[in-house]
Nanobody, 124 residues
Framework: QVQLVESGGRLVQAGGSLRLSCAAS????????MGWFRQTPGNAREFVAT????????YYANSVKGRFTISRDNAKNTVSLQMNSLKPEDTAVYYC?????????????????WGQGTQVTVSS
């Protein structure tokens, strides 16, 4: 069992940066593939980024590639999402997710645990 709590979301101007964090509890965190997703009202949850258990491999949505960076610190049980060059279309609730299989995935259904989300609003 893994519990996830996101933090760091806030209002930021376009072009600015923001760092989201996800604190995880549970014995298996260090072996979980982790991911970030986002969702806007009326839309399905959208994949953002994912990272393997040791941080050795990452994968990004095309819409954020080159602007966002996912990382993790297994000693602190945290996974982060550094977001640079933010755009108004990045506005969403951002969710942290964990999957027990150590394989990168962009599919929402592949993830077993979810946080409650943190709101990111980018003003133009």
């Amino acid at each position: 069992q893994v519990q996830l709590v996101e933090s760091g979301g806030r209002l930021v101007q376009a072009g600015g940066s923001l760092r989201l964090s996800c604190a995880a509890s549970g014995r298996t965190f260090s072996t979980n593939t982790m991911g970030w997703f986002r969702q806007t009202p009326g839309n399905a949850r959208e994949f953002v980024a994912t990272i393997t258990w040791n941080g050795g491999s990452t994968y990004y949505a095309n819409s954020v590639k080159g602007r966002f960076t996912i990382s993790r610190d297994n000693a602190k049980n945290t996974v982060s999402l550094q977001m640079n060059s933010l755009k108004p279309e990045d506005t969403a609730v951002y969710y942290c997710a964990a999957r027990t299989a150590n394989i990168l995935s962009s599919r929402e259904s592949d993830y077993d645990y979810w946080g409650q989300g943190t709101q990111v609003t980018v003003s133009s």
